[in-house]
T-cell receptor, first 115, second 113 residues
Framework: QQQVKQSPQSLIVQKGGISIINCAYE??????FPWYQQFPGKGPALLIA?????SEKKEGRFTISFNKSAKQFSLHIMDSQPGDSATYFC??????????????FGKGTKLSVKP | NAGVTQTPKFRILKIGQSMTLQCTQD?????MYWYRQDPGMGLKLIYY???????DKGEVPNGYNVSRSTTEDFPLRLELAAPSQTSVYFC????????????FGEGSRLTVL
């Protein structure tokens, strides 16, 4: 019940294309769903996050789509650029972490955007 | 802005040796975390702290210890290093309250031979 399943493991997209990464969770108590972006040799950094009271959140070229009934959420990267090449992690938690429960991370998706 | 600083960046240990990974943050964040990252496995929580003097186990605490004597510092101690502890370790902090954002350091790559 504590798992967050992420797919695909790796993804190759042409410049200008749409990158889509999917995650599924089991624990219905989860109510915070962030995505983190990690470049080689660096720590992860928050990209975008959503709470279950909305079905979609957009920030620039990055959009989270959330399906509460299916217990799934996904990251869409529009007009993908070579600079987007990185590893992306989805995560989920009840609250923001601490005594209520801490973030559970997916296993990551390595995105390569070809010029 | 320094943010979260980890030292050392790289270290090679022999089996059975001990060491401490240092982590300090200058954002006055209440929450601090230690994660390990193994290839294809995502990030696993080792220990966390909700404030000075308070620590708790995460998902994979065995073989590690932590302390939090100040708001700024959250060292991770490895006792009797084993090859299974070969990993990249990340320290992170979070302000708390209505903020869920984790701020990560750049990581410490540890190899146990």
């Amino acid at each position: 019940q504590q798992q967050v399943k992420q797919s695909p493991q790796s993804l190759i997209v042409q410049k200008g294309g749409i990158s889509i990464i999917n995650c599924a969770y089991e624990n219905t108590a989860f109510d915070y769903f962030p995505w983190y972006q990690q470049f080689p040799g660096k720590g992860p950094a928050l990209l975008i996050a959503i709470r279950p009271d909305v079905s979609e959140k957009k920030e620039g070229r990055f959009t989270i789509s959330f399906n509460k009934s299916a217990k799934q959420f996904s990251l869409h990267i529009m007009d993908s650029q070579p600079g987007d090449s990185a590893t992306y992690f989805c995560a989920a938690s009840r609250g923001y972490g601490g005594s209520q429960g801490n973030l559970i991370f997916g296993k990551g998706t390595k995105l390569s955007v070809k010029p | 802005n320094a943010g979260v600083t980890q030292t050392p960046k790289f270290r090679i240990l022999k089996i059975g040796q001990s060491m401490t990974l240092q982590c300090t943050q200058d954002m006055n964040h209440n929450y601090m975390y230690w994660y390990r990252q193994d290839p294809g496995m995502g990030l696993k929580l080792i220990y966390y702290s909700v404030g000075a003097g308070i620590t708790d186990k995460g998902e994979v605490p065995n073989g590690y210890n932590v302390s939090r004597s100040t708001t700024e510092d959250f060292p991770l101690r490895l006792e009797l290093a084993a090859p299974s502890q070969t990993s990249v370790y990340f320290c992170a902090s979070r302000r708390g309250g209505d903020s869920g954002e984790l701020f990560f350091g750049e990581g410490s790559r540890l190899t146990v031979l």
